[in-house]
């Protein structure tokens, strides 16, 4: 766990995170307490996927906080100031909502700032540890859709960098092998930055599970070709009625297992899901620099200035979703009773 | 046309090819009359597109037989020679044997070596000639599927750089702007190769159409937002019932089209058609190296030696074909006999 402090109890001031764009050729960590850092650090995606980035803001708010403890009125400024400054950081992931608010409703009627601190510090941990029993839970309800000796497909990458345990699609894989089975994953490069080959290509190899890359466009001829037995891919925030967000190319892919007959599962903690949103239209999609597409690690490609289309998430309508993998089970249609099943649990 | 001599009817002695894997930063023209090295140019997608395989083809032909013009023996096992080295040098454009096979047709009883040479320079004169006609046909006969105001997907390059007129698919853009249509071209880019941001978005803006680029995977959200009217692509071979290969992506794009409810259309001369094949099943689908995953222009994106799915084309079945465009007209389903009276008329 790089985006955090390594003991579990202890806080060193400062939030840790393994600055994600610099891998997979210079392990860099930084190590920030400026809000302002922090904030900088999620929007350019040194830390990026859902949970990491509620963890992020979590231990974030506590590194904003901790030196405005002088009077109760100063410091429920600050607070506000400090969430404000992470909350719309990027607009995708609900998980950064969703950490803030439960880290100030840990503090409600908390009247003195020093025990405010010592409380979001607690909560954040618990967030972060729940988040690794989550993963590690979610990869046990999922071990029934796998099959020794299958092929699957994942998008983008969703193991340890993005979580605070396995990983939620990734961790999949991951529980897999440990239960046994011989997997092999294919997974698509994700263009423009190259998530695929750049972190789940290398996570893949470190732990030993054999893949293949592939260029996103060719994911049509890959499920069309009948060697995929199933698609597990992470999400960035679900609607009540399971219209899930994820990375761009996840509702294509989608639409390409249908086609091809290929069961199509969503695996993200029940932190992921926002109740508040009735469908996947109200989800508000990220738009990403057009220098994103238009230069290939610094090299230009295209021609200068020309217009980009951009889109950092997709949304995959629920119909098109075989399965939701939770740390409460699998949600299966209709999805909006399932998942408010698995949120009140 | 960068891909032979300037003077319609005249012979510099070699093949001149524009080096597309060197645009858009550089203008590097290669003037080949080897015939090892006019097939490692087609190997290497120095020259690339299907018409325009099957034109570098026929004067590469020319080029690879006129000094063996000693005695017609020595003649015809020189051209079954060069026949076999062109032919093989890649597998999906079925305008490379059509091409030769139409060459060598034209020389078909001719006693006299230096005479085939005159017979078989004509030939490629003519089959360039009619590419450049048939280009500007089905940019005609397109014309009724467009609407000014409207806005076009396209897939990979299909403009003047593949063809001897004004391109298959992007020719279509280019008959609508021509007749004074307000078009806007969405483009992906197409990996691995870039062949949509480093050539068709230079060819848009050279032709001054506004366009945009963007990353293969958000095709489907971009066909699921309702702002594509149609979807036009080029082909590398069409089988005899409509199946049609084409650059990899083009079956995910026709999916989601489908999916989407936006016409898609293939453009394509009848010299792309192979009869022969009575589905896309039978046709051969070239692997390409790893390497154009794993890095880009030398610079490493994954790990070494990791294993990648690269095909360079897929299969898009005929039932998700609005119609192909020929420079016949636009065949409609059922395809079978449309296209045979294609080939005929």
């Known amino acids: 766990m790089a985006w955090a402090p390594d003991d579990e109890r202890g806080w060193p001031g400062h939030v840790e995170l393994l600055d994600q764009t610099r891998l997979p050729h210079e392990t860099v960590v930084l190590r920030l307490s400026d809000v302002l850092e922090i904030r900088d650090a999620i929007r350019r995606l040194a830390v990026r996927g859902a949970p990491v980035i509620g963890i992020t803001a979590a231990f974030g708010l506590v590194a904003g906080v901790q030196a405005h403890t002088g009077s109760a009125a100063a410091f429920a400024a600050r607070l506000a100031h400090v969430d404000e400054r ?82 939620t699609a990734f961790g999949v894989f991951v529980s897999g092998q440990h239960a046994g089975l011989d997997l092999t994953v294919y997974a698509g490069e994700v263009r423009p930055l190259l998530q695929g080959s750049r972190l789940t290509a290398f996570e893949l190899r470190e732990r030993g599970i054999p893949g293949y890359l592939l260029p996103d466009g060719a994911a049509g001829a890959l499920l069309q070709s009948g060697r995929i037995e199933g698609v597990f891919v992470g999400a960035d925030r679900i609607a009540a009625n399971g219209d899930t967000a994820n990375k761009i190319g996840t509702y294509a892919i989608a639409e390409l297992a249908r086609a091809g007959g290929v069961p199509f599962h969503v695996v993200a903690p029940t932190s992921t899901i926002d109740p508040t949103l009735s469908d996947g ?31 950092a998430f997709d949304v995959t309508p629920a119909r098109l979703i075989s399965g939701i993998v939770t740390e409460r089970g699998i949600a299966r249609a209709p999805f909006g009773p399932a998942l408010a099943s698995h949120l009140s649990s």
């Not at 998008?155 to 993005?162: A, E, F, I, K, Q």
């Not at 738009?287 to 980009?308: H, I, K, M, N, Y």
């Open 86 to 167: 992470l909350r719309t950081s990027r607009p995708t992931a609900v998980n950064l909502g969703w950490a803030l608010d439960r880290c100030r409703a840990a503090i409600t009627g908390c009247r003195e700032p020093g025990s405010a601190v010592d409380r979001l510090l607690a909560e954040a941990h618990a967030i972060r540890a729940e988040d690794e029993a989550a993963c590690a839970a979610m990869g046990r309800h999922a071990l029934p859709l796998l099959r020794s000796g299958g092929c699957y497909l994942t998008h983008c990458n969703t193991g340890r960098l993005v979580a605070a345990g396995i990983g």
């Open 281 to 311: 239209s109200l989800i508000p999609i990220e738009q990403r620099p057009a220098d994103e597409v238009l230069t290939f690690r610094g090299t230009s490609v295209g021609p200068d200035g020309f217009a980009v289309w951009n889109p």
